[in-house]
């Protein structure tokens, strides 16, 4: 078995990963210093997750990033990591890689290309010019802490037929970078395996890891919603606690679908959701099919005194037609009825279903169908100014395998691209001053 050697090693190389062997390779030119950076990826395509991303389209960030658009550890620790590396920043790295964004309505930014390989093949360039070696498909099996001196970890990986190192299996670095990413989509690489390795160097992770941005599963009081597969439309989904107090709320597309709800509104609430319902079984998820308007309003709507018009007639113009008779099945009134005839809690019922429709969800549809990971390493155990870790130094987390999950809107690639930066910067900063037990004094309390 030969035993190789590097200065620093990241291990796995999607955003957050590329991110920081880039940055790592650039400080350390910038230094004039010749260290050696190895990203490993178990993927045999690199990149998967990114060519995925926004529908093949790649939502590189937003136009705001603050830290409440997140969950996960404090937001106060979450601002101090985003603000060292914001979305100016972004913008102006992808631009100088000839990777022009270009801001949609909704404040989502998109390469002009409307291409997520745009991306992916900017980064895998910046990486190369950086100086980093990317290898793989070089699955790592275990990294541990080998002692004092200055190679003090082994990274222990299993390459694949195809890697251009077949024979190493284990490589010494002074530092290690996991970017090991999360749980979601786990068919691209991510299978929760850097969890294991950041527990084994010391690390706790959070109780909970669940999926975020997942779509919801309906039970069978959700067949009318499940019946309107493939209608899209703008609505609320709201969280109540089993006491009655609004817990959350988003306000976005909403998609009905064979099995239950998705779209922006649903994903976002999912993972606020399974947090809430783990807590507090009671606590329950109603829709509103037609924002801004109430059971009230609607009950009003539907009591006009133009007694002649129908169910159908009083409702077209608010919802589509097609929720409106869904609504009108479910409650067992005909759509063709006159208002005149409508009994009072046949009225009141089809209010509440289009303004607080209860949705019986019974589970999500799990990591393959997740957007992100809910959980993971907190970031109390990190310096927020480096990424390093407080246990074990020399080590540096990035990405989704931290206790950090954003909503839709290119959130969640932005969290990668900052704490990438800080990591890979980082161990490259202390790698510079050869010392790694040295904290930056730019660390502020969490
Ligand atoms: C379908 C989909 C669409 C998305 N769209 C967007 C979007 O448009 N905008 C947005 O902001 N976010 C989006 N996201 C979320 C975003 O992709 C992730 O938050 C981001 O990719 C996380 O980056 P990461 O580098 O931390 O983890 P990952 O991208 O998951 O990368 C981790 C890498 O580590 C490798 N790896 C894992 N374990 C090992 C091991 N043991 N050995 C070697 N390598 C290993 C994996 O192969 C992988 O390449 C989307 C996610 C999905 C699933």
Redesign the pocket.
């Given at each position: 078995m030969s035993i190789d050697r590097c200065d620093i090693a990241v291990?796995?190389?999607?955003?957050?990963?590329?991110f920081a062997a880039v940055w790592a390779g650039r400080t350390l030119q910038k230094r004039g210093l010749s260290g050696r950076v190895i990203a490993?990826?178990?993927?045999r395509k690199?990149?998967?997750?990114?060519l995925?991303?926004?529908g093949g389209?790649?939502?590189?960030?937003h136009h705001v990033v603050d830290e409440q658009a997140y969950a996960g550890s404090s937001r106060n620790a979450i601002r101090q990591v985003l603000r060292r590396f914001d979305v100016a920043a972004t913008v102006r790295f992808f631009s100088e890689l000839d990777v022009e964004l270009k801001r949609e309505e909704t404040g989502k930014l998109f390469p002009t290309t409307d291409d997520a390989h745009t991306v992916l093949n900017a980064l895998l360039r910046a990486a190369r010019e950086a100086g980093t070696e990317l290898r793989?498909p070089?699955?790592?099996?275990e990294v541990r802490h080998v002692g004092q001196d200055s190679h003090r970890f082994e990274v222990v990986?299993e390459p694949g037929a195809s890697s251009d190192h077949p024979d190493d299996r284990v490589i010494r670095a002074r530092m290690v970078i996991l970017?090991?990413?999360?749980m979601?989509?786990p068919r691209?690489?991510?299978?929760g395996?850097?969890y294991g390795?950041a527990r084994a160097l010391g690390h706790s992770t959070t109780p909970r890891i669940v999926p975020a941005?997942v779509p919801l599963l309906l039970g069978d009081g959700g067949v009318f919603i499940k019946d309107l597969s493939g209608l899209t439309l703008p609505a609320t989904i709201e969280l109540w606690s089993s006491t009655g107090r609004k817990l959350q709320s988003f306000t976005n597309s909403t998609l009905c679908t064979h099995f239950g709800l998705s779209g922006p509104s649903v994903l976002d609430m999912s993972r606020y959701w399974l947090e809430a319902h783990h807590q507090d079984p009671g606590a329950t998820l109603t829709m509103n099919w037609l924002p801004g308007k109430t059971v009230e309003g609607l009950d009003q709507l539907l009591s006009s005194p133009a007694s002649g018009t129908t169910v159908g007639r009083a409702l077209a113009g608010h919802a589509p037609e097609r929720l409106a008779r869904a609504v009108c099945a479910k409650v067992g009134v005909e759509f063709a009825q006159t208002l005149a005839q409508l009994k009072r809690e046949h009225r009141k019922a089809i209010a509440t279903m289009l303004a607080r429709c209860p949705l019986n969800v019974t589970g999500d549809r799990g990591f393959t169908f997740?957007?992100?990971t809910a959980g993971g390493v907190p970031l109390s155990e990190l310096h927020l100014g480096s990424m390093e870790s407080r246990v074990c130094p020399g080590l540096y987390l990035?990405?989704?395998?931290c206790d950090v999950d954003?909503r839709?809107?290119?959130?969640?690639?932005?969290?990668?691209w900052a704490s990438?930066f800080l990591a890979g910067q980082g161990a490259a900063a202390a790698l510079a001053e050869g010392d790694t037990a040295t904290k930056p004094s730019r660390d502020q309390p969490d």
């Open positions: 291990v796995g190389a999607g955003a957050a990963g590329l490993f990826d178990g993927a690199l990149g998967a997750k990114i995925v991303a926004g389209r790649c939502n590189v960030t793989h070089w699955r790592v099996r990986g970017a090991t990413g999360g979601a989509l691209t690489g991510s299978d395996a850097g390795f941005l997740a957007e992100v990035c990405g989704e395998i954003g839709i809107g290119g959130f969640n690639f932005q969290w990668a990438g």
